[in-house]
């Protein structure tokens, strides 16, 4: 027999290192931990509810670059889980945050979705076609659904080249993400764009906003109002078990997205916990 938190009783049974006894906070992770594309993983947004019902404080952040957060708050509702923008913390936002605040107005070339340019926008920055004009080059996915390059960022990638070759303009990455959890596998993630112009100028970037930066997890403790100490962080890739190390959080992987358990352990990356799936979290055996 099993019950689930936060049912009578349940939560004298749970030992003082589980997620629910020891953290009043919960970071998730969107894409492989609450959905696969636009199909949520099973019984994810039951394992919200319920943790909101029991009093955890509850954010979502995201390394996915293609998504405002006006997409994702209609994302969010399809998936049957109620958000508001003060409950999502995207690689989009973060970024545009960070180079707004470094350089208020600058001039950016991007290589992204329309969500990642309509972030950067309502930070003030002005988004521009000539590379030889520009003072940052901002980098998220430049592949569709599909794992195709888009038409538009093919025909950018050149652009980006210029800019950080001829006009040494900033390098900022939303995300380093080597691949993507889609609805069919895996496909190209923003990691592809920063290897290939990486190599091509020999530079790394100056920042990249993503997981594992602590950057975009402190915006999620700041919102939480919380110390990482009293959170966890649930993901599927090492970047999430990477950032919540760093900011000294409870570790959760889930077996529900794009890494699989071996290959996390390969690049010596070793949670708290181990989860099939996010309702898991939530389950004491009696």
């Not at 958000?83 to 290589?111: C, E, H, K, M, N």
């Not at 309509?118 to 002005?126: C, K, P, Q, T």
């Not at 960022?153 to 080249?161: E, K, Q």
């Not at 996390?264 to 989860?275: G, K």
């Amino acid at each position: 027999m099993t019950k689930w938190y936060p049912d009578e009783g349940t939560q004298a049974r749970f030992g003082a290192d589980h997620p629910l006894a020891r953290c009043d906070g919960f970071v998730f992770d969107v894409d492989g931990v609450l959905c696969r594309g636009e199909t949520l993983i099973p019984r994810a947004d039951e394992t919200i509810a319920r943790l909101r019902r029991g009093g955890k404080r509850v954010i979502f952040i995201s390394n996915n670059s293609t998504k405002s957060r006006e997409e994702y708050i209609a994302k969010f509702t399809r998936l049957g889980i109620p958000v508001t923008a003060d409950d999502l913390v995207l690689s989009t936002f973060a970024t545009a945050q960070y180079v707004a605040d470094a350089w208020p107005g600058a001039r950016v070339y991007v290589i992204g979705a329309p969500g990642l340019r309509r972030e950067l926008e309502l930070a003030g920055l002005d988004l521009v076609d000539d590379p030889l004009s520009t003072d940052a080059v901002v980098i998220g996915s430049a592949f569709d659904s599909r794992g195709q390059l888009t038409a538009d960022n093919g025909s950018r990638i050149t652009g980006a080249l210029r800019a950080l070759y001829h006009a040494d303009a900033k390098f900022i990455a939303t995300n380093p993400d080597r691949i993507f959890p889609a609805s069919d596998g895996v496909v190209p993630g923003t990691g592809a764009m920063i290897g290939a112009l990486s190599y091509m100028v020999d530079r790394q970037p100056d920042a990249v906003i993503g997981k594992p930066s602590p950057y975009i997890v402190k915006i999620a403790l700041e919102r939480l109002r919380l110390e990482g100490r009293q959170c966890a962080i649930v993901g599927d890739m090492d970047t999430d078990m990477l950032a919540g190390q760093q900011m000294d959080m409870t570790t959760i992987f889930v077996r529900s997205g794009a890494m699989t358990e071996d290959k996390l352990r390969s690049l010596a990356v070793s949670p708290r916990h181990v989860f099939d799936s996010v309702i898991d979290i939530l389950a004491v055996p009696i």
